[in-house]
């Protein structure tokens, strides 16, 4: 925290001297980790939020993965109509090469609109001094199963032992509502990007085509290795 870091006492040689810090006070960039990287913080203080994106314990019978609590992110649920996002700023070390989290997809799309135009999204993308690193960009139809359409399932193939949908155990408010059978792991490598960058992760939701049917992503457990 920059207030701890900085004093506003002057200089004991020069008693008319002072220090005066302008900004916030309260603003730091660690030391390279991730604040509440598991949600735990029911208010999520450590991050940006916007649309939909809030700290739960559970989500009908689904638990937090790591902890007590996760993050939740949609493309409405009556929350708010607004995509839901959150971001968060932070230092990377040289220690700190790789970002992982965990996830799961819930959906109202699955399974009749798979290869349709009505394409919501789960993305997160970490933007840094130098540019910007996709980690993941996932689509309704890539998470459907193969036999579905023609451009279904690309995740089954660039991602072996990806969990199959199982129907969810809760609704929304369009019938039936379909998820991954079990939590994921995504990684991505954080060599390329500069030691001491500034960088600000970004996990968001997005909704193509239409906003009658949601879909919900439940993240947990974010790392920097």
Same mark, same amino acid.
């Given at each position: ?6 004093s506003g ?9 002072s ?5 916030n ?7 390279g980790g991730?604040g509440?990287p598991? !949600?735990?913080?029911a208010?999520?203080?450590e *991050? ?8 739960v314990?559970r ?7 790591h902890?007590?609590?996760?993050a939740?992110?949609?493309? @409405? ?11 968060q700023?932070?230092?990377?070390t040289? #220690?700190?090469?790789?970002?992982? !989290? ?9 399974k009749?609109?798979? @290869?349709?135009?009505y394409?919501?999204? !789960?993305?997160?993308?970490l933007?840094?001094? @130098?540019g #910007?690193v996709?980690?993941l960009?996932?689509?309704?139809a890539d998470l459907?199963?193969?036999? #579905?359409c ?5 995740i089954?193939?660039?991602?072996p032992?990806?969990p199959?949908?199982?129907k969810?155990?809760?609704?929304f408010?369009q ?5 991954m059978?079990?939590w *994921?792991?995504t ?11 500034r960088?600000?992760l ?22 920097? #290795?």
């Open positions: 925290v920059i207030g701890d870091a900085i006492a002057g200089d004991p040689a020069e008693p008319s001297t220090l005066r810090l302008a900004g006070a309260e603003a730091s960039l660690g030391d991730l509440d598991s !949600f735990e913080q208010s999520l203080g *991050w940006g939020i916007k649309g939909d994106a809030r700290s314990q989500l009908s019978s689904i638990a937090a993965l902890g007590d609590r996760m939740l992110i949609s493309t @409405g649920l009556g929350f708010s109509r607004e995509n839901g996002e959150l971001t700023t932070f230092c990377l040289e #220690e700190r090469e790789t970002l992982r !989290f965990r996830w799961r997809l819930l959906s109202e799309e699955f009749e609109w798979c @290869g349709s135009q394409q919501d999204a !789960f993305q997160a993308v933007v840094h001094e @130098g #910007e996709e980690v960009n996932v689509a309704i459907c199963p193969p036999e #579905e023609d451009d279904c399932g690309s089954y193939e660039d991602e032992g990806f199959e949908l199982v969810a155990p809760l609704k408010d019938g039936d509502n379909w998820m059978e079990h *994921w792991t990684k991505v490598d954080l060599s390329a990007v500069a030691e001491g960058s960088a600000t970004r996990l968001f939701v997005t909704d193509k085509g239409d906003s009658i049917f949601d879909t919900a992503v439940l993240i947990d457990d974010i790392a920097l #290795e």
